[in-house]
């Protein structure tokens, strides 16, 4: 029998806050910043932007709910996520290599520099708040 890892409430709080986040990400993907996403979809992608916006919206608001809800499988969703976001670096990092302003903030190459440093710590969270690291680590032993 596999024993379910424990998160403290201060993982399960921030959990919380980034399965909202997520929903609310997906949201705004479909809606009022579906424009400004498809600016991060590098000219590479083999695929309309608009659809890669659209898909990865709903692949946003997928994890953000069973990140939310699903908390028996937590873990596994939180190396999905961590996974989503490193999947979309390469949009970011486009973003920034060709100088492409989005949101209001990020029109210069400092705010789209800054904005990458920010991956790392999404993946950590992700990694963190679901307890997956703590469940990878027990799996181990």
Request: proline letters at 3%.
């Amino acid at each position: 029998m596999v024993k379910e890892d424990k998160t403290s409430l201060t993982q399960n709080i921030f959990r919380v806050l980034l399965a909202v986040f997520m929903i609310y990400a997906g949201l705004s993907h479909l809606s009022f910043n579906r424009i400004e996403f498809q600016t991060q979809v590098p000219d590479w992608v083999p695929m309309s932007k608009d659809l890669v916006v659209v898909l990865s919206g709903i692949v946003e608001m997928i994890l953000g709910f069973a990140l939310l809800f699903w908390k028996k499988e937590c873990a596994k969703i939180g190396w999905a996520l961590a996974i989503f976001f490193v999947l979309i670096f390469p949009g970011n990092l486009a973003q920034y290599l060709d100088g492409k302003d989005s949101f209001g903030a990020l029109d210069s190459d400092r705010a789209r520099l800054i904005r990458l440093f920010f991956q790392p710590i999404f993946i950590i969270w992700a990694l963190w708040s679901s307890g997956a690291w703590k469940a990878w680590r027990n799996s181990k032993n």
